[in-house]
């Protein structure tokens, strides 16, 4: 049988570290590419064996944090024109070598990559919407010629600036596949995770917790706004506002304590009288609610009254 394009010009490059529950898909999904490498933290479950017999490259390299950035040192290794990186949570459709091979053989010259869209799932559930989809992936590259920041999270940049990326539209793409969270104790604890071993900046000057505030804000906005998911959709606003608050307070120890950590609520975001159904006089309600504002008790349930009044808000909006 004649090999595709893409089974001879792509090289799969994936990181794992004792990940030996969640291979098969990744494993079963790119059987038809000839150069699978992975780099392995010193797995003690049977990864490394399992990806040996199944014909993987493997290195192995001493345990570390994993953050994006490691990835730098081994995009040289694949000596194919192409590299394509996944996670070992991660697999690809039924069609993905037809598609992959349409791709990079129509690429013009100037195209250093492919942004592919990845679907989520949560709790067994294929996410359409709540900031999880389409969830564009730069993992398709011309190989050496990208490079990733410090940190989490970060697409990587082309070393050429004025490299092209293709973006590839859903619904009828290329799609990674991504079992990312099983349950809601996972997601919890992988968010944590990142947090504590992202990069911060340590000047006090860099940091203001009312820009953590806003983005937590912002992160409940859209996440809640996009009720395609259901619940699910209300528990990725909730988690994803509280992996701010938290990446704020870490983000204020590294510095030492000495950033500004407000304790009020920034003023584009104040909770309007209307939501706490207060009548009567205007002024008597204005003092009312200028000394509730200064309470302890209004700093301490800010974010919930901030939660409930963007609920509120998106709920009147759709009337």
Same mark, same amino acid.
């Given at each position: 049988?004649?090999?595709?394009?893409?089974?001879?010009?792509?090289?799969?490059?994936?990181?794992?570290?004792?990940?030996?529950?969640?291979?098969?898909?990744?494993?079963?999904?790119?059987?038809?590419?000839?150069?699978?490498?992975?780099?392995?933290?010193?797995?003690?479950?049977?990864?490394?064996?399992?990806?040996?017999?199944?014909?993987?490259?493997?290195?192995?390299?001493?345990?570390?944090?994993?953050?994006?950035?490691?990835?730098?040192?081994?995009?040289?290794?694949?000596?194919?024109?192409?590299?394509?990186?996944?996670?070992?949570?991660?697999?690809?459709?039924?069609?993905?070598?037809?598609?992959?091979?349409?791709?990079?053989?129509?690429?013009?010259?100037?195209?250093?990559?492919?942004?592919?869209?990845?679907?989520?799932?949560?709790?067994?559930?294929?996410?359409?919407?709540?900031?999880?989809?389409?969830?564009?992936?730069?993992?398709?590259?011309?190989?050496?010629?990208?490079?990733?920041?410090?940190?989490?999270?970060?697409?990587?940049?082309?070393?050429?600036?004025?490299?092209?990326?293709?973006?590839?539209?859903?619904?009828?793409?290329?799609?990674?596949?991504?079992?990312?969270?099983?349950?809601?104790?996972?997601?919890?604890?992988?968010?944590?995770?990142?947090?504590?071993?992202?990069?911060?900046?340590?000047?006090?000057?860099?940091?203001?917790?009312?820009?953590?505030?806003?983005?937590?804000?912002?992160?409940?906005?859209?996440?809640? $706004?996009?009720?395609?998911?259901?619940?699910?959709?209300?528990?990725?606003?909730?988690?994803?506002?509280?992996?701010?608050?938290?990446?704020?307070?870490?983000?204020?120890?590294?510095?030492?304590?000495? $950033?500004?950590?407000?304790?009020?609520?920034?003023?584009?975001?104040?909770?309007?009288?209307?939501?706490?159904?207060?009548?009567?006089?205007?002024?008597?309600?204005?003092?009312?609610?200028?000394?509730?504002?200064?309470?302890?008790?209004?700093?301490?349930?800010?974010?919930?009254?901030?939660?409930?009044?963007?609920?509120t808000s998106l709920f009147r909006n759709r009337k």
């Amino acid at each position: 049988m004649t090999e595709s394009t893409a089974a001879k010009n792509v090289t799969l490059l994936v990181f794992t570290q004792n990940n030996l529950d969640r291979l098969n898909p990744l494993i079963e999904s790119t059987g038809w590419i000839t150069n699978r490498m992975a780099i392995d933290m010193t797995s003690t479950d049977g990864t490394a064996e399992m990806l040996n017999a199944a014909l993987f490259d493997v290195r192995t390299i001493k345990p570390e944090l994993f953050v994006d950035e490691l990835r730098n040192q081994y995009l040289s290794l694949p000596t194919t024109p192409w590299t394509l990186v996944l996670d070992s949570d991660e697999f690809l459709s039924d069609d993905a070598e037809e598609q992959i091979s349409d791709l990079i053989k129509s690429a013009e010259q100037d195209v250093v990559g492919f942004r592919i869209p990845r679907h989520n799932y949560f709790c067994g559930k294929k996410l359409m919407g709540s900031g999880f989809y389409p969830d564009h992936q730069f993992r398709l590259f011309r190989t050496n010629q990208i490079v990733y920041s410090p940190g989490h999270h970060h697409p990587p940049e082309p070393k050429d600036k004025s490299a092209v990326i293709n973006v590839l539209q859903p619904p009828s793409s290329l799609h990674i596949h991504h079992n990312n969270y099983p349950t809601v104790e996972e997601f919890l604890r992988r968010q944590l995770n990142y947090a504590l071993s992202d990069v911060y900046d340590t000047e006090s000057a860099s940091f203001d917790f009312d820009d953590y505030q806003l983005k937590a804000i912002n992160q409940f906005i859209q996440r809640y $706004g996009d009720r395609r998911d259901g619940s699910f959709s209300y528990v990725a606003a909730l988690v994803m506002y509280w992996d701010e608050i938290v990446r704020g307070l870490i983000h204020w120890e590294r510095t030492g304590y000495q $950033g500004h950590l407000s304790e009020h609520v920034p003023n584009q975001v104040f909770v309007t009288q209307e939501f706490y159904g207060l009548t009567g006089d205007q002024r008597h309600i204005d003092a009312v609610h200028r000394e509730y504002r200064n309470s302890r008790s209004w700093r301490i349930t800010a974010p919930l009254r901030r939660i409930n009044s963007i609920k509120t808000s998106l709920f009147r909006n759709r009337k």
